[in-house]
């Protein structure tokens, strides 16, 4: 039997293939073809990936394998990554699950994927999202919607939605996604991933899509929390393309992880996060997590983020606004699909071009952010926005002079029905309550896989913050939580 035919790509973490590759279990060749037997076995009914660049794929892994025979050993050499169609890889589709960018090529590489490719991970494809990452359920994709591969009658959560199934379904070792409200964590905690969102300016967004550009970020989808570290590590750092990526040292974030503990560890837990609302069973399996952290010598203490109810509003008045200025130059002239109205004229290029190529959900966030902009409106909405944003920050500045992390559930429910949303779209906005104010201050999170709702058919995960580039605090507090958890499972 083919060693590709032995490969379990729904048990094997990026740790896992990293360290059997080294062992010469099985090439790199032989990695990426179980993936994409993977793909071609199980995608039919999940709906994770928009196209699959096989070819492309096993010459990168060829690639892999002449380097490792002559001598290289990279944490991530010959590793085949999911990523999100958000992302620009030269000569591949760049959708944004959108029609006014069918038929576009990127004709470069973001600065994420030229750092994957130098350490010697592989593009392999290109998975669902919500249109131009504006949605929380991969339903708003103009092409098809995902399904979570968990729970096929549920959402796998967006707008990475295609990120965390592929991982969750066992089509992709590990994918990259965008957080620009909670789209990592909300994702990865409806599908049972590990999902990162890195501090804002850890990572740089040169070419990838813009939503919202003081929001954005990237981040790994994961089985586990060292993969995530591994990826983080591979991506983060300066670029002189990204003005507002910093130029911070990039730690060994998986070598912080070798003596994780929760003792001695100080969680802070907020009054606001366990409110009327939230799903009696995801409350129930977060507090879990947190007492067995308490349990294992942790401090526990509860702790006020009083302008949370505040945040929502703040984030859907910033980010479209913000959304309405970045989306602009899809106009049908300069890239993407051209429509012409019946006159032949340049306006009707405009109107129809935007018409026919965007969504209903990114309409209603353009018409949004563009009436918050607007002339009357700009001082009531967008700059008392801004204001409320500072205070929303300042509460995690007084919360963490108090603890190291804080503790809480990711959203509100588990994975709801698809569907359930389609006539409530406020709805769904309210459930990234919990999601958006790491944005907004600009913090890094993490969600960690905690337990079950419904009967244990639905995964709930556990958030954790930390302070901005605080990621190996954060990471270790995350791994040591994973340990926990399944230790006591």
């Known amino acids: 039997m083919p060693a590709s035919e032995k490969i379990d790509i729904a048990r094997l973490g990026v740790a896992d293939a990293r360290d059997a590759l080294r062992r010469g279990d099985f090439s790199s060749v032989e990695l990426v073809q179980s993936v994409l037997d993977a793909i071609a076995a199980k995608d039919g009914d999940i709906g994770a990936y928009l196209t699959v660049d096989a070819e492309g794929a096993l010459a990168g892994a060829a690639e892999a394998d002449r380097r490792r025979r002559a001598g290289e050993s990279g944490d991530l050499l010959g590793i085949p990554v999911a990523m999100k169609d958000i992302f620009n890889v030269k000569g591949q589709p760049c959708t944004c699950a959108s029609r006014?960018?069918?038929?576009?090529?990127?004709?470069?590489?973001?600065?994420?994927?030229?750092?994957?490719?130098e350490a010697g991970a592989i593009p392999c494809g290109r998975v669902n999202m919500d249109e131009f990452a504006m949605g929380t359920s991969t339903e708003h994709s103009a092409f098809h919607p995902t399904r979570n591969p968990v729970a096929p009658d549920r959402v796998p959560g967006g707008s990475s939605g295609g990120s965390a199934a592929a991982v969750a379904g066992g089509m992709a070792l590990c994918s990259l996604g965008t957080d620009t409200g909670g789209s990592i964590r909300q994702p990865a905690s409806f599908c049972g991933c590990v999902g990162l969102k890195p501090s804002y300016g850890r990572v740089s967004r040169y070419g990838v899509t813009a939503f919202a550009s003081s929001l954005d970020q990237v981040g790994p989808i994961t089985r586990t929390v060292e993969d995530a570290a591994l990826l983080l590590r591979a991506i983060a750092g300066?670029?002189?393309?990204?003005?507002?990526?910093l130029d911070r040292p990039v730690p060994d974030y998986a070598g912080t992880l070798r003596h994780a503990s929760p003792a001695g560890l100080r969680i802070g837990v907020p009054k606001e996060y366990f409110v009327q609302g939230v799903d009696p069973e995801v409350a129930a399996a977060v507090r879990a997590a947190i007492d067995k952290a308490a349990d294992a010598g942790a401090e526990v203490r509860e702790i006020s983020l009083p302008h949370t109810e505040y945040a929502i509003a703040v984030y859907y008045i910033c980010a479209t606004a913000e959304a309405s200025a970045n989306l602009a130059r899809f106009d049908g002239v300069r890239y993407g699909a051209r429509r012409l109205g019946p006159d032949a004229s340049l306006r009707s290029l405009y109107d129809r071009s935007r018409t026919d190529g965007f969504g209903p959900e990114v309409k209603r966030r353009?018409?949004?952010g563009t009436w918050v902009l607007s002339s009357g409106y700009r001082d009531a909405y967008y700059r008392r926005a801004l204001k409320v944003r500072t205070l929303v920050r300042r509460d995690f500045d007084e919360a963490f002079a108090a603890c190291d992390v804080i503790m809480g559930p990711v959203a509100p429910t588990a994975a709801p029905r698809l569907g359930?949303?389609?006539?409530?779209?406020?709805?769904?906005?309210?459930?990234d309550a919990f999601t958006v104010p790491a944005n907004l201050a600009g913090l890094c999170g993490i969600s960690v896989p905690c337990g079950f709702a419904e009967g244990g058919r639905l995964p709930v995960g556990l958030q954790i913050l930390a302070p901005a580039f605080g990621e190996p605090a954060l990471l270790s507090a995350a791994a040591a939580m994973e340990t926990l958890l399944a230790a006591r499972a």
């Open 100 to 117: 006014i960018l069918e038929g576009y090529v990127a004709p470069y590489d973001a600065t994420v994927v030229t750092r994957l490719r």
């Open 238 to 245: 300066a670029d002189p393309h990204d003005q507002t990526c």
């Open 366 to 368: 353009i018409l949004l």
């Open 420 to 431: 359930a949303a389609a006539d409530d779209p406020l709805k769904a906005y309210l459930g």
